[in-house]
């Protein structure tokens, strides 16, 4: 299967390269503080025909498909309300700024993109980098859209900046936990995680699940951020024997761990979470990759049960018909309508508030089938996890329950 977005076509420099719509230009197109020689915003980032949002998510490195991809969905959906006439008369445009992954990069990338004048940000990528910047966007009280990551720390009501699109870690490691008990009988269960912020979030969050039903990990192992550095964790793990490894990382350590794993002859069931980048890991993976289970966030992309998902397929071809579908550009789309569907709410006097105020009422928000529900105390718009599994094709395919091994 090909990754969720090939290189992208446009200007990468050590930390930054800019879209705007789906045209990529340098970045001496801004004047200081975002404002453009003509035109004033009664709003930071909103103009007299555009809205500009940021995002800052890794480009480069090991999770850079990860980035990549939101990205991809996040212009898809703004290319198709662009198409439109905008929304109120004005484009969306987004400025990505790219931080490897890594929280000091992500501090400085949204200092750059709130000096520059974004209205909100959106599509950011993953845990270390998100528990940085979060202070920064309540300091400067800018919106936090639709970031990848299920942190617990997030759905803090506290936090009146974020708005958060996907189930959380926590329940998707309670659907991983409830399919190998339910399903296998599978009690002895391992967890590889990355040791960090969202490593940890999801090592709690298996923890949680087991003790649940009086069960404990037969093992932990490690792996540090940004590398692939599993051949010790391995070693540690298939010591332990365990029936199953659940894996908290992204594609590439976790291809990294299951291929060597092979090698050895170790064959327990692997199963890993949404943020691992699912096209990317079937990709590396290979032919290796038949029986991988991995939980999502969103609907099956190439799936027809509800109509948001071919409205996500027909926008992502129009934008660029050489990426595959996939899960996690397919959460971007969402994330890019959600923000859609608040700004046609806000009308054409747009303030930063408005946006909570149209999003967390409490009220059903329905796009295409895909049904979201926030509230003044409740900041996560989606609780529901699919379980998926990659067949010997290659191909993902959704799963209601395991099936006998």
């Known amino acids: 299967m090909s990754s969720d977005v090939p290189i992208l076509r446009g200007l990468f420099s050590k930390h930054l390269f800019v879209v705007l719509g789906a045209t990529v230009l340098a970045n001496t197109a801004f004047g200081q503080n975002g404002q ?28 850079k498909e990860l980035g990549r991809s939101m990205q991809a969905g996040i212009l898809a959906a703004f290319k198709e309300i662009n198409d439109q006439g905008g929304i109120h008369g004005r484009r969306l445009d987004l400025k990505s700024l790219n931080d490897s992954y890594e929280p000091g990069m992500a501090i400085a990338n949204t200092r750059q993109l709130v000096e ?24 400067h009280h800018i919106p936090y859209m639709g970031p990848m990551t299920g942190a617990e720390f997030l759905r803090d009501s506290a936090h009146h900046t974020v708005i958060n699109l996907r189930a959380s870690y926590y329940q998707e490691t309670e659907e991983m936990v409830q399919r190998l008990t339910t399903d296998r009988g ?6 590889l995680y990355q040791d960090d912020s969202f490593g940890r979030a999801g090592l709690r969050g298996v923890l949680r699940a087991l003790e649940k039903r009086k069960l404990f990990a037969i093992g932990t192992a490690v792996f540090s951020r940004n590398t692939v550095a599993v051949k010790t964790a391995l070693l540690d793990l298939q010591a332990a024997e365990p029936e199953a490894v659940i894996i908290i990382g992204p594609y590439e350590p976790t291809a990294t761990f299951i291929k060597w794993a092979h090698r050895l002859g170790m064959d327990p069931v692997f199963m890993t979470l949404s943020f691992v980048g699912s096209n990317a890991l079937a990709k590396e993976l290979g032919a290796g990759g038949a029986g991988v289970l991995v939980t999502q966030v969103v609907p099956f992309p190439t799936g027809d049960t509800i109509p948001v998902s071919a409205a996500y397929r027909a926008a992502l071809k129009a934008y660029d018909p050489s990426i595959a579908p996939g899960f996690i550009s397919f959460e971007g789309y969402l994330a890019g309508r959600l923000a859609i569907y608040a700004l046609q709410r806000c009308g054409r006097q747009v303030e930063r508030d408005c946006i909570h105020s149209a999003l967390r009422s409490g009220d059903n928000i329905d796009l295409d089938g895909f049904t979201l529900r926030f509230s003044r105390h409740d900041n996560q718009g989606s609780d529901r996890v699919f379980l998926t599994a990659i067949g010997p094709d290659g191909q993902y395919m959704p799963l209601a329950t395991l099936p006998p091994r």
């Open 116 to 139: 520059e004048g974004a209205f909100a940000l959106i599509g950011a990528v993953g845990t270390p980098t998100s528990k940085a910047v979060v202070p920064v966007t309540k300091e």
């Open 36 to 63: 453009e020689s003509a035109g004033t915003s009664a709003a930071p980032g909103v103009f007299e025909d555009r809205i500009l949002f940021g995002q800052s998510a890794a480009f480069e490195g090991p999770a």
């Open 186 to 191: 599978i009690k002895r269960i391992a967890i």
